[in-house]
């Protein structure tokens, strides 16, 4: 079958396969890589889709490589071994206390990271890798125990639980806040408003306000939220502070509020899993994320045991 013009499999496809070969079953691979057992069965099922053959033969005491397995895992040996011998590529961590975690870029930088030494040593010692992408990945396939992201829900075929709500209100940089100055809200229709990936949270303050808002020319987008924040500090245009993103950010002046008026975002923040029985490490990192977001404690025991 000729692959030259589809996706290139992704590379923990062919380590799932690798180490199922290895070891003749699919739970000591997924013990290795520390993965589920159905993630790496899903890993070995997309190469036999991608291949339109079978690589290995099921049976009762794990699984054996077929011919055409065979001849693909001696070309796999060779290359992993030319990638190690001639990369420099980094080359993840993993162990039983490695947990990787997806999230945003703007949550990533602004919450996770401020935590992520509280997060990795206490109480006992875990190793984090945080994966920052916008995609929402197949968290099961993609080998990723736990995911942190603004949104509007839950999402079909994950395990989600709300971690927390904001309450935004409009920041600017300190010499446009002078300008701004105080009084009602319409007055800041003055000024161009910045968003962040759409127009509802300023929909969202300016209703609670009993005013309406429509994006106009002079207005500005930037799709992450950091970028926002740089766009109000350099005086862009007044932009919506959004805790606890921005706490540091207000606490060391360079934003500064420019109305006290408070509104419910839409958009709140969710921590996902995928579907299963989640491992020692990633649901002792799920307590401590609950922990440092006030979740709680039910509705964290709920999440670590809800497969729904």
């Known amino acids: 079958m000729d692959h030259s013009s589809e996706q290139i499999l992704p590379l923990e496809t062919l380590r799932a396969f690798d180490a199922a070969a290895r070891t003749g079953s699919f739970s000591a691979a997924a013990e290795k890589l520390n993965l589920t057992h159905g993630a790496v069965s899903r890993q070995i099922a997309k190469l036999e889709d991608w291949l339109g053959l079978k690589v290995f033969e099921r049976n009762a005491r794990g699984v054996t490589l077929t011919i055409e397995?065979?001849?693909?895992?001696?070309?796999?040996?060779?290359?992993?071994?030319?990638?190690?011998?001639?990369?420099?590529?980094?080359?993840?961590?993993?162990?039983?206390?490695v947990v990787r975690l997806a999230s945003i870029p703007s949550v990533s930088g602004l919450w996770l990271m401020?935590?992520?030494?509280?997060?990795?040593?206490?109480?006992?010692?875990l190793r984090i890798v945080l994966d920052v992408d916008n995609r929402q990945a197949d968290l099961a396939d993609e080998?990723?125990?736990?995911?942190?992201?603004?949104?509007?829900?839950?999402?079909?075929?994950?395990?989600?639980?709300?971690?927390?709500?904001?309450?935004?209100?409009?920041?600017?940089?300190?010499?446009?806040a002078k300008e701004i100055g105080r009084g009602d809200p319409a007055r800041l229709l003055k000024f161009p408003l910045i968003n962040d990936s759409d127009a509802s949270a300023w929909r969202a303050w300016f209703a609670a306000q009993d005013v309406d808002y429509r994006p106009r020319p002079q207005d500005r987008r930037f799709e992450d939220y950091n970028l926002v924040l740089d766009a109000a500090a350099h005086g862009l245009g007044i932009a919506l502070a959004r805790p606890p993103l921005t706490a540091d950010q207000l606490g060391s002046g360079r934003i500064v509020a420019?109305?006290?008026?408070?509104?419910?975002?839409?958009?709140?923040?969710?921590?996902d899993r995928p579907v299963g029985r989640p491992r020692a490490a990633a649901a002792d990192l799920a307590r401590r994320i609950a922990e440092q977001a006030g979740l709680a404690p039910e509705k964290l025991?709920?999440?670590?045991?809800?497969?729904?």
């Not at 401020?114 to 010692?125: D, V």
């Not at 736990?146 to 309450?167: A, D, K, N, T, Y």
């Not at 008026?261 to 921590?271: E, F, G, I, K, T």
Request: net charge negative.
């Open 301 to 308: 025991e709920a999440f670590l045991q809800d497969d729904v």
């Open 69 to 97: 397995g065979n001849r693909l895992h001696l070309r796999t040996t060779e290359a992993f071994a030319l990638i190690s011998f001639n990369s420099d590529r980094w080359v993840e961590p993993r162990g039983t206390a």
């Open 143 to 176: 080998g990723i125990d736990l995911s942190v992201r603004c949104g509007r829900g839950r999402i079909p075929g994950r395990v989600s639980v709300q971690l927390f709500e904001e309450h935004i209100f409009p920041i600017a940089s300190p010499d446009l």
């Open 258 to 271: 420019v109305d006290e008026r408070v509104a419910l975002n839409p958009v709140s923040y969710w921590m």
């Open 114 to 125: 401020p935590r992520m030494a509280a997060l990795e040593n206490s109480p006992t010692k």
